[in-house]
């Protein structure tokens, strides 16, 4: 019965939500008025059930039964109206700002736990829906990738983004602006737009500028964080973005944090508000070896290195903030105007700006690792999707920018895939021809190749670690093709040359 559920959720908030005794009873009469019920249950409750739940979805279900059934709600607005129920009986957010900065106090992994915790407990971030994903890591011989197949989130392509990047300037008047804005805070959201009764947000300053963390509702990695301005204004990466890099580690040493680049194709899904992406995973890229340094005078306490990884990535090791900031800036502003005809790179032309850089940065104990991944947007009639984007044949995999996540070795691809990898397998087993491939399954048309690929050696037993090994090999084709300067000997003497080119008073390359 629904009036024992509104019981449960009680008890459930006084346990995992911090609801004090005093509030109960108010609680549950606003949640039988927003119910529609007249008279609550007076049945015992399992205290035990309630107290051992370690995600509020059992009690969530039961009321969306309930919407849907009774009440005649369609899925989205049930989704929608159990949103508003746990904001409801989730601490305000002021009660939470106060209760993290005290916790941080003690330790910033304290407050940052108790707001990953309170964040799963109110279904904000939705764990359930996360844990579906299918995740593995690859196992090459040495600079493995992760690999998540998302069941939680449909994909974006590079269209998609564009446009709302363009939208802009656009008059229509949208509240929130954006899914980043502070303003979702308490919002009830739509159709179009999730509803956020249950975010709660911790006010953070980086940088000079106003800032919030929140977690990812749909997150990546473990504690995927994002941080976010007050203000919505365009992603720009320049000195401050390092600045501010650097003030979130001082802050929350125990979290990495980055940005996305600021430009389309190679940047993430959201471009029109400036924030970061971390949390407390530590990216395939963190681990890459050192491939080799540059020995420079211009900062005598800071190191530049290249990394062994499949695109270009820097890497500036220091403990002189300044300097650190300072070198990174130095190689961004030479990398955003240079030019490089023989590797293809055009840093800006009449189309405008094509350099930008991808950072993040680590802190252990009180060294900065400051990691720069240099991009470039560039499109071509060959490479109408991007020269150093995901070529075409590898679409079928992943056709969505190559953003932070992907860039540092984490692969997010689309729930589709499930689908595919299963429709494949009864393809090559019944052996089908290419013309009856496209009739029974037309969006395997783009898997034709794999699927040859793939008959050559096939074996029935081992058909799903075949797929899943190229897809394995799919992705780090990807990263290759977004690396600015290739493996080759054209590509490192063309980074050699970059770097030599940056005012850094370079001695010699190591
Ligand atoms: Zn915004």
Redesign the pocket.
């Known amino acids: 019965m629904i009036q024992d559920t509104v019981n449960e959720l009680i008890l459930y908030a006084k346990f995992h939500l911090k609801m004090q005794e005093a509030d109960t009873l108010y609680f549950k009469n606003i949640l039988l008025g927003e119910l529609g019920l007249s008279s609550p249950s007076f049945s015992p409750v399992d205290k035990e059930r309630i107290a051992s739940y370690d995600v509020p979805d059992p009690l969530i279900d039961d009321v969306k039964k309930y919407l849907v059934n009774e009440r005649k709600f369609d899925e989205v607005e049930a989704d929608l109206f159990t949103t508003k129920l746990m904001g409801l009986l989730s601490p305000n957010p002021s009660v939470v700002i106060n209760d993290f900065n005290e916790l941080e106090k003690e330790s910033p992994r304290k407050a940052l736990d108790f707001l990953y915790d309170l964040s799963i407990k109110n279904n904000y971030i939705r764990k359930t829906d996360i844990d579906r994903n299918i995740v593995w890591d690859t196992d090459f011989s040495d600079k493995n990738l992760e690999i998540s197949v998302n069941l939680s989130k449909p994909e974006k392509s590079n269209a998609d983004i564009a446009k709302l990047v363009a939208k802009v300037d656009s008059k229509e008047e949208k509240y ?3 899914l ?2 502070l303003e979702n805070l308490g919002f009830y959201g739509n159709k179009k737009q999730p509803a956020r009764e249950n975010i709660r947000i911790i006010p953070v300053r980086l940088g000079g500028e106003d800032w919030f963390l929140q977690y990812s509702p749909y997150g990546y990695y473990h504690m995927h964080c994002i941080c976010f301005s007050k203000e ?1 204004y365009n992603m720009v990466i320049d000195y401050n973005t390092f600045i501010r890099l650097i003030k979130f580690v001082d802050r929350f040493p125990c979290f990495f944090i980055g940005s996305n680049a600021d430009l389309p194709i190679v940047g993430g899904s959201i471009l ?2 400036e924030h970061f992406q971390g949390g407390e995973h530590l990216l395939p890229v963190m681990k890459a070896k050192i491939e080799k340094e540059y020995k420079i005078n211009k900062y005598v306490n800071t190191r530049l290195y290249k990394l062994d990884w499949y695109n270009t990535t820097l890497m500036i090791e220091g403990k002189d903030r300044g300097e650190v900031a300072n070198l990174a800036t130095d190689i961004l502003e030479k990398w955003r105007t240079y030019k490089d005809p023989v590797n293809e790179v055009y840093g800006v032309d009449f189309e405008g700006k094509h350099n930008t850089i991808t950072p993040s940065i680590r802190k252990v104990n009180d060294t900065y690792y400051l990691y720069l991944i240099l991009r470039n947007n560039k499109c071509t009639p060959q490479y109408p999707d991007g020269i150093f984007h995901a070529h075409k044949q590898y679409h079928m995999i992943k056709k969505e920018g190559i953003g932070i996540i992907e860039a540092m070795g984490l692969f997010i691809l689309p729930g589709r895939l499930v689908r595919q990898s299963s429709e494949i397998k009864e393809v090559l087993e019944r052996k089908l021809n290419d013309a009856e491939i496209i009739k029974t399954y037309p969006d395997l048309e783009d898997f034709i190749q794999m699927i040859h690929d793939l008959s050559h050696k096939y074996d029935k037993d081992n058909i799903n670690r075949d797929i899943r090994n190229y897809i394995n090999d799919v992705c780090r084709n990807i990263l290759i093709n977004t690396a600015v300067f290739k493996d080759t000997i054209v590509g490192k003497l063309g980074l050699d040359n970059f770097i030599r080119s940056v005012n850094l008073w370079l001695v010699k390359t190591i």
């Open positions: 929130p602006k954006c980043l804005c919505h029109n508000h």
